[in-house]
C-alpha cells in the first residue's frame, strides 16, 4: 500500500499496539499530526503542556504498564524540551520511543530555523537512536526502535524524521501483531512476529533472545544461597521490570531472608511483607541498612548499586560475599565488585535458582532483623492525629486508606519522595512511579497524568512538593482537558526542604535560595485552571479536603489538596556522604 511517510509512523505504530501518544506540535511535524488527526479513532494523542511533560507521560505510561510509551515533538526546541524527559528514562531504565521532527533532509547541517542536531544531543542517554533519510527504512526502523526499547535492559531510543520523510510517498507493509501477548519487560520477540520482519530486526530480537549464563553459574548462585547463614536480598528496579516479583517473594520465603529495596524496587515486594525491611541506602531504614552490614551473604537482584544505595562503597556490605543477579552486564563490578553473578532475564534465573534450594527456618538472623525493625526515628510519630500540625506520615497514610491498595501513586523529587517511599504502604509492582537515578524535579505531575491515562480504572495520587508543583502546574490543564482524575497533594513547607535539610545538617544553617514563601496561591491556581482545590494546615482539616478531593475523583474530576506542613520538617534516617550506611542520623 502507497501512502505517505507519515501515515506509515502511524500504521507503525499501531502495529505495535500503541494507543496513546502524548506530543506537542509544530512545523516540522504537521504532516505526523495530520495523519494522527485521521487516525483519531485508532490511536489516541494526548497534547500536553510543555513538550518535557509529554516525556514524563510516556515514562508514567511506560512505568504503570510495562508497555513502550510514546512522546512526539516538533525540531529544534521541541525536541530539546524532551531531553530531560528521555534522561530520567534512560536512567531508570523504562522503555520509551521519543520521534521529533527536524528540517528536511536538504536543510540539514546547515543551521536551518529550528534544525538541531538532536540525535547527537540524546546518544548519551538513549540506547540507540536514528535519523530516516531513506523512506524505504521508515518502517523498518520503527520496528527496530520497538524491539530496542523493549528488549534486555529497557530504555528509551529516539527516531529523527526530517520533514520531507514524513511528506513522501513509500511503501508500507504491514506484519502480523502479536501484541496481546506482550508481558512486562518481554523478550525482543514479543509483539510482532518475527517471521514478518525485516532482517536486520530480526537479527536484533536474536540477539536479545540469546541466555548468556549458564548451568554452573546457576549451581554457583545456589550454593552461595545454601550456605549463608545471615542472607540479605537487595531488590532493584528490574525484578519489577522483568515481572519477577513473585519469584522474589518466594526465595525470600524459601529462605526467610530479609529483604531491602531500592527506590526503583518499591512494589517488587509488599509493604507489608514480614520480610520487608523497606528502603535501603542514604534514607533507608534502619533494618535495611543494619542488615546488609551485617549479612554474610548480598544478593542484588536487579539493582545496580547506585552511590545512594552504597554511601562509602569500600564500607557497603563489607563482611559480606556479594551475588550480583542482573540482565545487563556492564553493571557487574562496576560500582560494587561482586564474588560471583548470573547475567541474564532475573525471573528466569530466580525460577531456576529455587529449584535447587531447600527450604529453611528461622533463625537468630530473622530475630535481630525484627528487632531493628522497630527502630524507627522519633520525629516519625505515628499518632499525628493528636497533635495540632501536619505530619508526612499522617498525611500518606490517610490517602493510603482513602484510595485503597490499588492506587498508583506517583511522586516528585525530594522530601516528599522519600516520605512516600517510607511510608505507602505500596503492596503491587507498577504502583510506585518515582524519578530515581535522574532525580527529577517536575517529573510527577507529567508521569502521573500518563499513568492515568493508561490505566482508567485505577486511581492515581501524585505526591509533590511545592518546589516541584512550580516547575510542572500547567499540566494541570491537561488533566481538566482529558478528564484524567488525578490526586494532586502538594508538601507545601515553602522551601525546597531536602536541600534546606542539607544547608541545616551541613552548612551551618546558612538558607541560601531555598526560601519559597512567595506566590502562587496553588489553591487559587489550581481553581483558575478548573481543578478543585483545598487547603490543610492540621489533621482534621486535611482529612476534610481528602475526604471532599475522594468525592472529586468518584465523580471523575482531578484534585488538589494544598498540604501545609513545617519548613524544618527532616526526612530521617539519614547517613551523611561519605559514611557507611549504618552510621545513620535519626
Known amino acids: 500500500m502507497k501512502c505517505s511517510g507519515a501515515r506509515i509512523l502511524i500504521e507503525a505504530l499501531i502495529e505495535q499496539g500503541v494507543d496513546t501518544v502524548f506530543g506537542y506540535p509544530g512545523g516540522a511535524v504537521l504532516y505526523i499530526y495530520d495523519e494522527l488527526f485521521k487516525c483519531r479513532d485508532r490511536i489516541r494523542h494526548i497534547l500536553v503542556s510543555h513538550e518535557q511533560h509529554a516525556a514524563h507521560a510516556a515514562d508514567g505510561y511506560a512505568r504503570s504498564t510495562g508497555k513502550v510509551g510514546v512522546c512526539i515533538a516538533t525540531s529544534g526546541p521541541g525536541a530539546t524540551n524532551l531531553v530531560t524527559g528521555i534522561a530520567t528514562a534512560y536512567m531508570d531504565s523504562v522503555p520509551l520511543v521519543a520521534i521529533t521532527g527536524n528540517v528536511s533532509t536538504g536543510l540539514l547541517g546547515k543551521d536551518s530555523f529550528q534544525e538541531v542536531d538532536i540525535a547527537g544531543v540524546t546518544m548519551p542517554v538513549v540506547k540507540h537512536n536514528w535519523i530516516v533519510k531513506d523512506i524505504r527504512q521508515l518502517s523498518e526502523v520503527i520496528r527496530e526502535a520497538f524491539i530496542v526499547a523493549r528488549s534486555g535492559r529497557p530504555g528509551p531510543v529516539l527516531i529523527d524524521l526530517p520533514k520531507d520523510i514524513t511528506a513522501l510517498t513509500g511503501e508500507w507493509i504491514p506484519v502480523n501483531p502479536k501484541t496481546a501477548g506482550q508481558r512486562a519487560g518481554g523478550r525482543a520477540s514479543d509483539g510482532i512476529d518475527d517471521g514478518a520482519l525485516g532482517a536486520r530486526a530480526r537479527r536484533l530480537a536474536e540477539r536479545n533472545e540469546r541466555i548468556t549464563y549458564t548451568d554452573e553459574d546457576i549451581e554457583r548462585a545456589a550454593a552461595m544461597l545454601r550456605e549463608a547463614k545471615r542472607p540479605v536480598l537487595y531488590a532493584g528496579g528490574g525484578v519489577i521490570i522483568s515481572g519477577a516479583s513473585d519469584e522474589l517473594i518466594r526465595l525470600a520465603e524459601c529462605l526467610n531472608a530479609p529483604v531491602a529495596l531500592s527506590l526503583m524496587g518499591i512494589g517488587a ?85 529455587l529449584k535447587k534450594l531447600p527450604r529453611r527456618a528461622e533463625t537468630e538472623w530473622n530475630g535481630d532483623i525484627q528487632q531493628w525493625k522497630k527502630k524507627i526515628p522519633v520525629t516519625h510519630d505515628k499518632d499525628a492525629s493528636s497533635k495540632k500540625h501536619l505530619h508526612p506520615r499522617f498525611i500518606i497514610e490517610e490517602v493510603s486508606a482513602a484510595l485503597g491498595p490499588d492506587a498508583i501513586v506517583v511522586t516528585d523529587v525530594g522530601q516528599h519522595q522519600i516520605w512516600t517511599a517510607q511510608f505507602y504502604p505500596v503492596a503491587r509492582p507498577r504502583s510506585f512511579l518515582s524519578s530515581g537515578g535522574l532525580g527529577t524535579m517536575g517529573y510527577g505531575l507529567g508521569a502521573a497524568l500518563g499513568a492515568r491515562a493508561a490505566n482508567p480504572q485505577k486511581k492515581v495520587v501524585l505526591f509533590t512538593g511545592d518546589g516541584c508543583f512550580r516547575m510542572n502546574s500547567g499540566e494541570l490543564a491537561t488533566l481538566v482537558n482529558y478528564d484524567l482524575p488525578v490526586l494532586v497533594v502538594v508538601f507545601n513547607n515553602r522551601v ?79 547517613v551523611p556522604g561519605g559514611r557507611p550506611i549504618d552510621e545513620q542520623i535519626l
Request: proline share 4%; aromatic share 8%; with cysteine.
Open 269 to 353: 515486594m509488599p509493604h507489608s511483607h514480614r520480610l520487608c525491611t523497606g528502603l535501603i541506602g542514604m534514607h533507608g531504614t534502619v533494618a535495611s541498612n543494619k542488615a546488609v552490614q551485617k549479612a554474610d551473604l548480598l544478593v542484588a537482584i536487579g539493582a545496580r548499586f547506585s552511590d545512594r544505595v552504597t554511601s562509602r562503597a569500600d564500607k557497603f556490605a563489607s563482611a559480606a560475599r556479594i551475588l550480583h543477579l542482573d540482565i545487563d552486564p556492564a553493571e557487574i563490578n562496576k560500582n560494587v565488585r561482586s564474588h560471583a553473578w548470573v547475567v541474564g532475564d532475573i525471573r528466569d534465573i530466580l525460577s531456576r535458582i
Open 496 to 574: 525546597l526542604g531536602m536541600v534546606r535539610q542539607w544547608q541545616s545538617f551541613f552548612y551551618e544553617g546558612r538558607y541560601a535560595e531555598t526560601d519559597l514563601d512567595r506566590p502562587p496561591d496553588f489553591v487559587k491556581l489550581a481553581e483558575a485552571y478548573g481543578v478543585s482545590a483545598y487547603r490543610a494546615d492540621n489533621p482534621s482539616s486535611f482529612s476534610e479536603a481528602l475526604e471532599k478531593a475522594a468525592a472529586d475523583l468518584s465523580a471523575g474530576k482531578a484534585a488538589l489538596i494544598d498540604a501545609r506542613i513545617g519548613r524544618d520538617e527532616k526526612v530521617l534516617p539519614m
